[in-house]
């Protein structure tokens, strides 16, 4: 048995190697993670996933850039002090999302749900339509569980007492509504990916969409911001975000605005 899993092993790993060299064509790894054209066309000749991860960390090294995934190869890196552990915020348009839903195609829906509720991956995955209630003062989503990365399954939050009531928009109400009638179902998750497909989707999406350094963790630290700039409290966008007050303040809203400056100077305007 020892040696059929010994042989197995080198046959997947000669495999691997092979379709990494060809996606290479004889470059390096490093120099190819610079361009991100090149990352895209290596994310597609079907390398998988943990390949995708190491360019998208060997880019950001690269950059000097900080890179935040939930992906356990770049998390190591970081318990061992190879990458910033400081979030940063990455601001993308209208345009740049509507690039990324495209890319997306069946998981358009579940982009939607991060940019719209600040919620994680491993929570948006685990969402069902009737999670998503109308009521006399709007629409909203109830998070309280979220997807196991091994077994995939759905479990509590690992924050105990982080189950929360989101706002939603009534476009997206409807447009869970409408796949929930597509698949027939309202029982079932909205979506069947799992969490590295999501993110290997993601990575090559958001490439095309010309954002850098742009991961599914950004969503929430985009939302934070605007919440922030909304005039909405701290406490309650700890309380969307499913987080503490002291992490929103010291993770998501530590960035420098330069919108902050202007309005400070506008004071001593003639």
């Not at 000669?14 to 790894?29: I, M, P």
């Not at 002090?81 to 601001?91: A, D, F, I, K």
């Not at 006399?136 to 509590?156: A, K, L, M, N």
């Not at 309380?239 to 809203?253: A, N, Q």
Request: glycine letters at 8%; proline letters at 3%.
């Amino acid at each position: 048995q020892l040696a059929v899993k010994d042989s197995t092993r080198r046959h997947y790993r000669g495999t691997y190697n092979a379709h990494l060299a060809d996606a290479l064509g004889g470059r390096k790894l490093e120099d190819v993670c610079r361009d991100p054209g090149a990352v895209e066309a290596l994310a597609q000749c079907g390398v998988g996933s943990v390949i995708l991860t190491l360019c998208c960390g060997l880019a950001a090294w690269a950059r000097r850039e900080d890179l935040i995934t939930d992906n356990r190869l770049v998390r190591s890196g970081m318990r061992h002090g190879s990458v910033n552990r400081v979030r940063q915020h990455r601001p993308y348009t209208a345009e740049q999302l509507a690039v990324i839903k495209r890319q997306m195609r069946d998981d358009a829906l579940t982009v939607d749900i991060l940019a719209v509720t600040g919620c994680r991956i491993s929570e948006a995955l685990a969402l069902r339509p009737a999670d998503f209630t109308s009521g006399p003062d709007g629409y909203s989503v109830r998070i309280e569980r979220q997807v196991d990365r091994q077994t995939r399954r759905d479990v509590e939050l690992k924050v105990a007492g982080k189950a929360r009531t989101v706002p939603v928009p009534a476009s997206l109400y409807r447009a869970v509504a409408e796949q929930a009638l597509r698949a027939g179902s309202g029982s079932g998750r909205l979506t069947r990916t799992s969490y590295g497909t999501f993110q290997s989707r993601l990575s090559v999406a958001v490439v095309r969409a010309g954002l850098t350094g742009f991961v599914a963790h950004n969503f929430r630290h985009a939302r934070a911001v605007e919440l922030d700039r909304l005039g909405v409290p701290v406490a309650d966008i700890a309380r969307i975000l499913g987080d503490t007050v002291k992490t929103v303040m010291e993770v998501y809203l530590n960035h420098h605005s330069a919108d902050a400056d202007a309005l400070i100077r506008s004071q001593w305007a003639a």
